[in-house]
């Protein structure tokens, strides 16, 4: 008797401690504002009209083209940075990733801001880690997010020797601050990507730091100059702050680009650089990949390795293939965990009868987060076409209006083609054990 009692106590504490990481959904005004409240607060108290212009001046949005101009509206909703200018460099390859981060870092004069959703302990993670405490060492200000729960294999001496050599380090999850709301938001992930050197270059999209990235796998990455490199900051300068990190000087002295003088024709590619997370009011990056659908008159086309589309996305999906709209989604063909294989085959046919192209690619694991729509706007992010990045992660994408720009990651997609299968519905097998691990997509 004593023995059951204890198994139904131990199910019933699973089942609330389940409900406390899973079932609660914060997103709300109140919640927002509160994990935001130290970045708002020295914006209240700092800002000046320069600061202003280059975060969320509208200027620019009258050079995007006229049916996108709406959706630059919607990626500014909760306080988001605008539509700035950038020169980017679309990389593809791990190892081009690994030799120009390194090179920004060596020449790094001032500052190195890095947050990443995996920071390896592998060959080239430690190396990229050595160099941060020889420049730490320097007197260059090193400020480093630790992911610390998706991270939570690697040893505490490992960033303690970083910390001791003078690099700044802060835990995005930190019990300390309270058990219980630790407990609540411990699903709830910085899967970002960024770096910011010397408040002059940036680096987001979906590489992280390991081996894996650098030497296996196919993603696609993006370095970054010009003013967007300050909207990326704003976004670093956020979390540093709501995970209890300090900052040494006045905020504008963290934008380079504030001495510009303002300028009426864009140099550069039109750049939307939108953070995401789970207390904004509104899931912005969900309800902008539906505006893209629902706006598309030619085609849009995804690259993901996890698809676990909500349903409202699957519908968006549908009404724009309806209309006639190229809707392309290509997956790799094996995944890099064992749980995401069964959830993406889940969807294959539910994708496949709405319409939806979709390429399964085979060779190595592809981690590329893209959407190329109508050879005009484009994007690069961390954000997966899943449950988890809509609604749980904390995630980054950067969108171009730039025909340039779109051209090259239509003729990425094209170059991956050659290696992929177009499935048919005929070939689709939806197998219990599937359906079964697509309930487990919103919390893997």
Not at 208 to 213: P, T
Not at 301 to 312: G, R
Request: net charge neutral.
């Amino acid at each position: 008797m004593h023995l059951v009692v204890i198994i139904l106590l131990t199910l019933l504490c699973g089942a609330v401690l389940l409900w406390l990481m899973f079932g609660i959904n914060w997103r709300s005004n109140r919640n927002y504002e509160r994990k935001h409240r130290r970045l708002h607060a020295r914006m209240q108290a700092e800002d000046t009209e320069a600061l202003q212009r280059l975060l969320f001046s509208n200027s620019l949005t009258m050079h995007v083209e006229q049916r996108f101009r709406a959706l630059t509206m919607l990626l500014m909703q909760g306080g988001r940075p605008s539509v700035s200018t950038s020169i980017p460099q679309i990389i593809t390859s791990g190892k081009d990733k690994y030799n120009m981060l390194m090179n920004d870092l060596v020449n790094a004069k001032e500052s190195i801001h890095m947050e990443y959703f995996h920071f390896g302990i592998d060959k080239s993670s430690r190396q990229i880690r050595q160099l941060l405490m020889e420049k730490a060492r320097q007197g260059i200000r090193v400020r480093f997010i630790n992911e610390n729960i998706a991270n939570w294999p690697i040893p505490n001496l490992y960033f303690r020797s970083m910390r001791k050599a003078g690099v700044e380090v802060v835990n995005f999850s930190d019990s300390r601050f309270s058990l219980l709301r630790f407990l609540m938001t411990l699903s709830y992930r910085d899967h970002r990507k960024i770096v910011v050197i010397d408040n002059r270059i940036g680096y987001t999209g979906g590489m992280n730091i390991n081996d894996h990235y650098f030497y296996q796998w196919r993603d696609t990455h993006l370095r970054l100059t010009g003013d967007a490199v300050a909207s990326l900051q704003y976004a670093f300068l956020d979390t540093w702050l709501a995970a209890g990190g300090q900052l040494n000087s006045a905020l504008v002295n963290f934008f380079f680009h504030l001495d510009k003088p303002p300028c009426g024709l864009p140099l550069g590619t039109l750049t939307q650089i939108t953070p995401d997370d789970p207390t904004s009011p509104e899931p912005v990056l969900l309800t902008a990949y539906e505006w893209i659908l629902n706006h598309a008159q030619h085609y849009v086309w995804f690259q993901s390795p996890y698809i676990a589309p909500p349903p409202s996305l699957i519908s968006a999906m549908r009404n724009a293939v309806q209309r006639g709209v190229d809707v392309r989604v290509m997956v790799p063909e094996r995944c890099d965990t064992a749980i995401m294989r069964p959830i993406n085959k889940s969807y294959y046919a539910e994708l496949t009868e709405s319409g939806v192209l979709l390429y399964v690619r085979s060779g190595e694991f592809m981690h590329s987060k893209t959407i190329v729509c109508d050879d005009y706007l484009s994007c690069v992010g961390s954000a997966n076409l899943d449950y988890r990045s809509f609604g749980i992660d904390y995630e980054i994408n950067t969108f171009f209006y730039d025909r340039d720009v779109a051209l090259d990651q239509k003729q990425l997609f094209e170059q991956d083609l050659p290696i992929c299968h177009l499935l048919s519905n005929s070939e689709i097998r939806t197998t219990p054990w599937q359906h079964l691990m697509r309930h487990l997509a919103p919390i893997v």
